[in-house]
């Protein structure tokens, strides 16, 4: 079992740049595919990025190419989402997922953190 924590969220104006962090416990993260979700108010939550445990792979949703790079560092533990020329209908909780391959299940999520874009 894996246990995540996301950080860096905030209020950013649209254009700006935000970094999110996700953080694991356990010495097995390595073995663990990463994905990056977020629901926006009264909207289903929606895939952003994922990454595989390797760091090998990566998949990203239209919205997000060309914005967002998702990557980690198995050495800390941490998967990264850079979001940038952020849009105020990115606005929404941002959460991470562990699976056990990069298509999922995601069966282990974080609480989630706030990313709000002003216009």
């Known amino acids: 079992q894996v246990q995540l924590v996301e950080t860096g969220g905030g209020l950013v104006q649209a254009g700006g740049s935000l970094k999110l962090s996700c953080t694991a416990s356990?010495?097995?993260?390595?073995?663990?595919?990463i994905g990056w979700f977020r629901r926006a108010p009264e909207k289903e939550r929606e895939f952003v990025a994922a990454?595989?445990?390797?760091?090998?792979?990566?998949f990203s949703a239209d919205s997000a190419k060309g914005r967002f790079t998702i990557s980690r560092d198995n050495a800390k533990n941490t998967v990264y989402l850079q979001m940038n020329s952020l849009k105020p209908e990115d606005t929404a909780v941002y959460s991470c997922?562990?699976?056990?391959?990069?298509?999922?299940?995601?069966?282990?999520w974080g609480q989630g953190t706030q990313v709000t874009v002003s216009s």
């Open positions: 997922a562990a699976a056990m391959s990069l298509g999922g299940p995601y069966n282990y």
């Open positions: 356990g010495r097995t993260f390595g073995s663990y595919a």
């Open positions: 990454i595989a445990g390797s760091g090998g792979s990566t």
